[in-house]
Structure formats: structure tokens, C-alpha cells
């Protein structure tokens, strides 16, 4: 069983940066696509940044661009997620998810039924 742990959320002022930091168990780290998703109150979770399992295809939702970048250490199991420019719209908890069901070729997929392993959030909240 792959267990997905977030953490490095909190409260910041909008304008401000935060780093995200996950990490995945298993010795298959290195293979598996990873997702970064956000949820905010009364919303949907959505899809806010994907990267490959090697690192060198990365992929971010059009609202993010620009002002989050996702990266990953396969020798520290760990992805990132820094968010520089936060804004307040960008509240919400935000999930860490694996793709560990096979080899994922392209663009890392946006779609939440495409990762099979969730951790349990972290909260990200930034005041105006």
C-alpha cells in the first residue's frame, strides 16, 4: 500500500510564497506520475500541477501558470509544490496524489480518477 503524506500548509498574505512537500512510501517512487489537486469550500477538486515519473515532463493548470511550479527528488520520495504571487482564490486544501497503476507517457493527467492514491490534504489559506 503507497501511502501519500502532504505537508507545508498554513497561512500566508496574499502576494506571499509557501512550498508544499509530499512524500510517497514505496521503493517505486521514481515510477510513479504525481499530481498536485486543490479544493476549495463548496468546490470541486481540481487539478493544479502534474509531473512525470522522471521529472522532465511537467504540467500546471492554466489558473496557476506562472506562479506555481512543481518539482520532484525521487532519492527523497518527496514532490513539491512552490507557490509563488499567492492569492486569496488560492485557499483551499490542497492534495497530493500517485499514479502507480502503470507507466503514464505525456503530459501527467489532470483527471482525479487517474490517480489512485491520496493523501489527506493540507490546508493552504491566503488572506487579502
Known amino acids: 500500500q503507497v501511502q501519500v503524506v502532504e505537508s507545508g500548509g498554513g497561512l500566508v498574505q496574499d502576494g506571499d510564497s509557501l512550498r508544499l512537500s509530499c512524500t510517497a512510501s514505496g521503493r517505486t517512487f521514481s515510477y510513479y506520475t504525481m499530481g498536485w489537486f486543490r479544493q476549495a469550500p463548496g468546490q470541486e477538486r481540481e487539478f493544479a500541477a502534474g509531473?512525470?515519473?522522471?521529472?522532465?515532463?511537467?504540467y500546471r493548470a492554466n489558473s496557476v501558470k506562472g506562479r506555481f511550479t512543481i518539482f520532484r527528488d525521487n532519492a527523497k520520495n518527496t514532490v513539491y509544490l512552490q507557490m509563488n504571487s499567492l492569492k486569496p482564490e488560492d485557499t483551499a486544501v490542497y492534495y497530493c496524489a500517485a499514479h502507480t497503476l502503470s507507466s503514464w507517457y505525456g503530459e501527467p493527467p489532470e483527471e482525479v480518477d487517474k490517480y489512485n492514491h491520496w493523501g489527506q490534504g493540507t490546508q493552504v489559506t491566503v488572506s487579502s
Open positions: 509531473i512525470s515519473s522522471t521529472g522532465q515532463i511537467t
